[in-house]
């Protein structure tokens, strides 16, 4: 350790203490991938246990040109949370309080290290919902979805998580602490300021702390896990479905995923896998007679309409949770793709099928045999894409990405629905943005940190 990196550390712990830093294995021992070991590869762990501490070090570190990566849950995997030799980690996760729960305001003010099932959990307690919901939701943070705008599984409910922060607490790269923490539906006082610090990967600044709109907990949950023999006659269920209010999930899984997920575990197999097109398909709502009745109505159509060849309806909470681990099979394609690349692209969703043999038809031809799932959250436009190659997918990621993200092109597709670029999809952003909006974009970003001193490597 050099005589700089030593002050550094020292001062440092005069802010957060023993508690506050990590050094050594237990740095090393994290990982900044969800789903591989990256350790950090910088000297320290920062944990501030206040918006005052977290000011404080990032004017440390600004007054030094120091590098930092902010980390939340870790769960993301476009590799934002990846740190370098140069850099070290301040992590939110001491600072993880529920502040309040607001049932006649409907809000949750929190801190940005509580993980979006914890907070989750207290809602609840007040028989309210915060609808954001993912299959990492035990271990994201509100800090960190609130960085990426992370979607998850009801987006076609109740949006993005942009759509459910009010307001939040933000500090800056030279520690100037920004509060914007509205707790109203209605406030049009000057630039909605939270909207910098949404989606933006952390490289504008580091959120601490949040305001979250809430729902009152749906009373019912209706699922059914359905087979169908064409592309079309999943349009055609998507569109039925939206006419109901109660609608709160439309997950769409073409055969290759869902074969492989019910190949591997029987418990995830509720019909035969010989169809293209498997749907998961929720309704949330308040009138047991009424849901019931809604949710009968749509199947009886659909089947009276051809359009679904097999169904299984959960008939308790247990079956509901069963249907729904069909669709979260994500350890099964670890554990049978890997290594595999992942994308999370947005396209038209009247032709996300086309996308999706495209793609297929792209890596064949470029790479010969791949293995290749899809599945998504269509009602959003939302698709999901694993690609393995061989061995040597890893060595190749940067070949099996421009061989996609071109398809995403041809298509007019996003780069990017809810995952974020991070640092993996950086090289393509200038090809999936306009050169205005990207300019933009910079001059942003130049006036807020001008020296990088946040989340470096992220997004441009």
């Given at each position: 350790m050099t005589s700089t990196e030593a002050t550094l550390l020292s001062d440092l712990h005069s802010i957060v203490g023993d508690r506050g830093l990590l050094t050594g294995t237990d740095v090393t021992l994290r990982s900044c991938d969800p789903f591989r070991a990256v350790p950090p590869e910088g000297p320290a762990i920062v944990r501030p246990a206040s918006t005052g501490e977290l000011s404080q070090i990032m004017a440390l570190c600004h007054a030094r040109g120091q590098r930092v990566v902010v980390h939340g849950g870790r769960t993301g995997v476009a590799g934002g949370a990846y740190a370098g030799p140069a850099e070290i980690v301040i992590s939110l996760e001491r600072m993880a309080r529920i502040v309040e729960i607001d049932p006649v305001g409907l809000t949750a003010t929190v801190e940005a290290g509580a993980t979006v099932e914890a907070v989750q959990n207290a809602a609840m307690e007040q028989g309210l919902l915060y609808p954001i919901d993912l299959g990492a939701k035990g271990s994201a943070t509100i800090g960190g979805t609130i960085a990426t705008n992370a979607g998850g599984n009801r987006v076609i409910r109740w949006g993005m998580t942009r759509q459910?922060?009010?307001?939040?607490?933000?500090?800056?790269?030279?520690?100037?602490?920004?509060?914007?923490?509205?707790?109203?539906?209605?406030?049009?006082?000057?630039?909605?300021?939270?909207?910098l610090f949404i989606g933006s990967e952390g490289t504008l600044g580091v959120v601490s702390r949040a305001v979250l709109k809430l729902v009152a907990q749906p009373r019912t949950q209706l699922v059914a896990f359905l087979s169908l023999s064409s592309f079309q006659a999943v349009l055609d269920l998507l569109v039925r479905a939206r006419r109901l209010q109660q609608l709160s999930a439309f997950e769409v899984m073409w055969q290759d995923y869902y074969a492989m997920v019910a190949g591997h575990d029987a418990t995830r197999r509720p019909v035969d896998p010989s169809q293209p097109f498997y749907v998961l398909l929720e309704l949330m709502g308040f009138d047991e007679a009424a849901d019931q009745a809604a949710f009968n109505s749509l199947l009886e159509e659909a089947f009276d309409a051809g359009l679904i060849v097999d169904a299984v309806a959960a008939t308790s909470l247990k079956q509901v949770g069963e249907l729904w681990r069909v669709r979260e099979g994500?350890?099964?394609?670890?554990?049978?793709?890997?290594?595999?690349?992942?994308?999370?692209?947005?396209?038209?969703?009247?032709?996300?099928?086309?996308?999706?043999?495209?793609?297929?038809?792209?890596?064949?031809?470029?790479?010969?045999?791949?293995?290749?799932?899809?599945?998504?959250?269509?009602?959003?436009?939302?698709?999901?894409?694993?690609?393995?190659?061989?061995?040597?997918?890893?060595?190749?990621?940067?070949?099996?990405?421009?061989?996609v993200y071109a398809v995403v092109r041809q298509f007019d597709g996003a780069l990017t629905a809810e995952h974020g670029i991070g640092q993996m999809k950086r090289d393509f952003l200038p090809d999936h943005v306009d050169a205005g909006a990207l300019t933009l974009m910079r001059r942003v970003r130049d006036a807020l940190d001008g020296t990088r001193i946040i989340n470096h490597d992220v997004l441009f």
């Open positions: 459910n922060v009010l307001g939040l607490e933000a500090v800056l790269s030279d520690g100037t602490i920004v509060s914007a923490m509205n707790r109203y539906l209605k406030n049009n006082t000057g630039y909605d300021v939270k909207q994500s350890e099964i394609l670890v554990r049978e793709m890997a290594p595999f690349i992942s994308f999370d692209i947005s396209v038209d969703i009247r032709r996300a099928d086309a996308f999706a043999q495209a793609v297929r038809q792209a890596l064949t031809t470029t790479f010969g045999e791949v293995k290749i799932v899809t599945f998504g959250h269509l009602g959003d436009s939302n698709l999901h894409i694993g690609a393995h190659i061989g061995s040597d997918t890893l060595a190749r990621a940067h070949e099996i990405e421009a061989t």
